[in-house]
């Protein structure tokens, strides 16, 4: 690169795969890339640039003018090129779109920008295949070989009816296999799931999941066809999902990455350890306010990280089973079978912890039966109430509209934290008597 | 279901579609599943079959003989009916294989059956659309219209040499738009991705994604197409995958559900409680090892919660950005800058929460500021260190071929909460001097 031999770099990249170049992109300094993107045709830097992390991609795009933005864009596909122009600032969004040539492709980046982020017409494109049910087999091959050629993929042909609304759908197999001289309405399939333009993601990710579909056609509420999403699409929409879920329980406020920066990184992280040591503060109260028994029973205070830990490591368990249960729809029979089920599973797990922990300590510690008692005693009662609460925490959270997976993270930890610290001091004053 | 109006049934399952069969069946009651499976023709059942719960599943095919198990397979794709017959014991895997009226099917799933679970060989499906380089594209029609029938979706045609040796691939919509004299190897893209049959499927997954693909045919150590994987069951193992991280950062030692039995539960949890429990009693230890402190500093050990639950969230966001940065392959840049930027972050975040914890102490339960001082350098040395293992402990890991989730469960939480608090008691003995 340093060399600057265009041709030879052209070159190079022309026999390499558009996502292998992105990702030769993210790594290089910031003037190369962009000297990259300027000396390629746009055919295949429309095609990188939406491969590109979006870090590297806003960076690039800043340096390009709304003119050489509209040029990439033009080779896009309608859902990428609302994408990318949606990253832009408003005022830029507006020059982009008006340095469009071609107006249709204008309008329906226009539309697509206009749906909520998160539902099925931010997601969806508008390339498609789409036939009207009077046509006859010949006459609709013949029409698709025009429509298809701006289609990357043909996954489906839509059948709609004189006034635009989805009446069908059938594949290019169909079609193939199909005599000539029929009319498409007696070949489609007639049954065709759709989804609505105003569904949201996640749900369109759960029925062509569901149904393995891998494309499904979006309609207005007129049953108008007006987009369709590819599988590819709710890949991501899975994954960001995954990722989403996974950072919560680990702690994280907003979306990072291992090459964020500090900053973001810190932004990221700040709130929920400002949570955490808030819970530990509201811990060391408690464990003040039992101060009294420190001269008689040092011991007990010996064991309160380890009784936290566990109400933590327990109430979290629970709750990651409950938020899978949830994401997968998987949650079935009542709530008060599920409190007994926990109930159960606590006592299950308490005793056998409870036996370990009490014979470790008189026999190695040398513990006197009383504190083992309260000890064993805590644990198993800090073991049911960190399950019941892990449980019912996201179970709660999802009727209220809230991410239940937000109850994996620190909340739940720090709560059964606090919460375990009191139950077992409050058992060990009655069973000890400070 | 219980006036067992058998006409009524058929009537009303013909019109649903098998996913949601498949529900239903997963919520009623046993014999009335088996009733339905029997009841409905085998072309519903096979697909229901392959929709069902794997613990369903498990507990209806016990319930059917090696034949009518085989009726079911017969209608089945081949990676379908592998996965099926797979989860029977070995012994009926042979009568039902044997049953098979169609060889080709069997030797076909035989073959799918012998190949390494995760491996593309594992999850590829047999049936596919192959053409001969030589043919013309009109022969190519004809022949593909016979060969489609058997494919549910034509992705791409795959073709071949006369040795049956990858050489390319092109969509039914090239097909259709070519002329019809053309050779087939004139029109094909003489480029195209492939996995080698004992490939890792995690890897063919990271492969399709980058590309985009929907699906990707499998060739053999010779080159020969043995098979094509479709981007539906890729689907399954990016979300297994995701299921698994987020188990093993929520402390389970193997696959559960929130509707598994107690038992299966308790021996998924407990596991990951015992080590948890095992370094609880490690921190024991160590704050029984400072105990000459508890009569001149007892709020030390108040605080030692605090610090541990601290320890334990700063090791779980830094192991969780890790393995997000190595599940994606968007780890860059030298182990040392990471050491660094981890550095630094720890001083951030521990500098604010340490003057947080040092004013709020000081104000409100009237620390000396030597105490003061004590707690807030423990709290910045603590974070530190936390996020350096937390960072290392996954790339280790990685390194040596272990799952890196592994490190966001209990099992960072637990060494970090014991190397907390030795930290913690070390600096307060050398800054109090007891």
């Not at 026999?15 to 292998?20: I, T």
């Not at 193939?176 to 029929?182: E, L, V, W, Y």
């Not at 996640?202 to 393995?212: L, P, R, S």
């Not at 008692?373 to 644990?379: K, M």
């Amino acid at each position: 690169i340093i060399s600057n031999n265009d041709k030879e770099i052209t070159a190079l990249f022309s026999e390499v795969h558009f996502a292998d170049i992105a990702e030769v992109l993210d790594e290089v300094n910031f003037e190369e890339a962009i000297y990259i993107i300027k000396l390629l045709d746009s055919e295949k830097t429309s095609e990188i640039l939406t491969e590109l992390d979006e870090d590297t991609r806003e960076k690039i795009l800043k340096n390009l003018s709304a003119k050489e933005i509209a040029d990439e864009v033009r080779e896009m596909d309608t859902d990428d090129a609302a994408d990318i122009i949606g990253e832009l600032s408003k005022e830029r969004q507006h020059r982009v779109i008006s340095a469009l040539e071609d107006d249709d492709h204008a309008a329906d980046i226009k539309e697509l920008l206009s749906y909520n982020d998160n539902s099925a017409g931010a997601l969806m494109a508008k390339e498609l295949v789409k036939v009207y049910e009077t046509w006859t087999v010949a006459g609709c091959m013949r029409r698709i070989r025009g429509q298809a050629k701006d289609v990357t993929r043909v996954h489906s042909i839509y059948v709609v009816d004189k006034e635009d609304k989805l009446v069908g759908r059938m594949s290019l197999k169909d079609l193939i296999i199909a005599k000539s001289d029929h009319k498409i309405a007696d070949i489609c399939k007639a049954k065709v799931d759709a989804v609505n333009v105003h569904q949201n993601d996640e749900e369109v990710a759960k029925i062509m999941a569901k149904y393995d579909l891998e494309a499904i056609p979006v309609v207005d509420d007129n049953n108008v066809l007006v987009g369709r999403i590819t599988i590819d699409d709710i890949l991501d929409v899975i994954r960001e999902e995954a990722d989403k879920d996974y950072q919560m329980a680990a702690g994280f406020s907003q979306d990072v990455e291992a090459d964020d920066t500090i900053w973001e990184l810190t932004k990221a992280r700040l709130p929920w350890l400002i949570l955490a040591l808030f819970g530990g503060f509201i811990s060391v109260s408690v464990l003040g306010s039992f101060d009294n028994a420190i001269n008689t029973f040092p011991e007990l205070f010996f064991f309160t990280p380890l009784i936290a830990a566990m109400a933590g490591n327990v109430g979290v368990q629970s709750s990651a089973i409950i938020v899978q249960g949830l994401a997968n729809d998987s949650l079935k029979g009542s709530l008060f079978k599920r409190l007994l089920k926990e109930i159960l599973q606590g006592l299950l797990n308490g005793f056998v912890l409870a036996a370990l922990l009490m014979s470790a300590g008189m026999l190695f510690l040398g513990f006197p039966l009383d504190l083992g008692i309260t000890v064993a005693a805590s644990l198993i009662s800090v073991i049911i109430i960190a399950s019941i609460i892990g449980t019912f925490i996201p179970i709660i959270l999802a009727k209220k509209g809230i991410d239940p997976a937000l109850a994996t993270g620190p909340f739940i930890t720090t709560s059964n934290d606090i919460l375990g610290i009191l139950i077992y001091f409050s058992i060990a004053k009655l069973v000890l008597g400070f």
